[in-house]
């Protein structure tokens, strides 16, 4: 009896501390990190330069060897080749936590030869590779228009943009090659947006082409992405 008294107050006692504890973590405010989706900065994916090639045909010929995961750097793609999205432990690309397998976000912005500083086409194709030996995989194509917002300041490092626009139109030809990719805010002359659901994905490129930066189509397109 003497033992069952006592246990009876240790059980009591450890009750006690337990809703003690419980007190004071629902009275003290959590300090945790905010997810990176809420503080998402802007990345280069595509370094400023007209076209990669004449079709996408020119970049990548699939029917050879050139849709394996080694080709994601050839030679022919504007600055290497595809951007890597990292986790935070190999983040090269900036300071901030960018999660593998999020959706992301993209804008592109282009210079202009028409006299009303709009209009100017372009076409692209999104393609990603996962990880190791992942094939070359195409996310999406489509085409593109440059509208009238200025470009003020380049989103990925604030520099001053001079002469460049936002593409304000883009439209999909393929909806149907991976999961969820849609476009917001198109035809607006405003700043389209292409939303990608990058799930299982490590690499992604933009493959421009039509977009020579004469006559009727944009030159120096930049790609911006993020995560969301």
Known sequence: MKYLKKGRVVVSVLILFLMTVCAILVLVPAKAEPLDTYHSDWALIRETADEDGANFAAVYALATSEGNFASKNSSSVVDGGAYRIRSYAGNTAGNETQTVGA???????ASTTDADDDSETFSFNIIGWSRNNGMLQVLAEGAGAIGTQ?????????????DIWWADTITLDETTKWNTVS???SGDNEVAILHVD????EWVQFVIYDANGSGAEAGDLTVFGRPY
């Open 103 to 109: 959706a992301w976000e993209f804008a592109i912005s």
């Open 150 to 162: 200025d470009v003020v300041l380049y989103p990925n490092d604030g520099a001053a943009a001079t």
């Open 183 to 185: 476009v917001l805010n």
């Open 198 to 201: 990058m799930a299982g994905l």
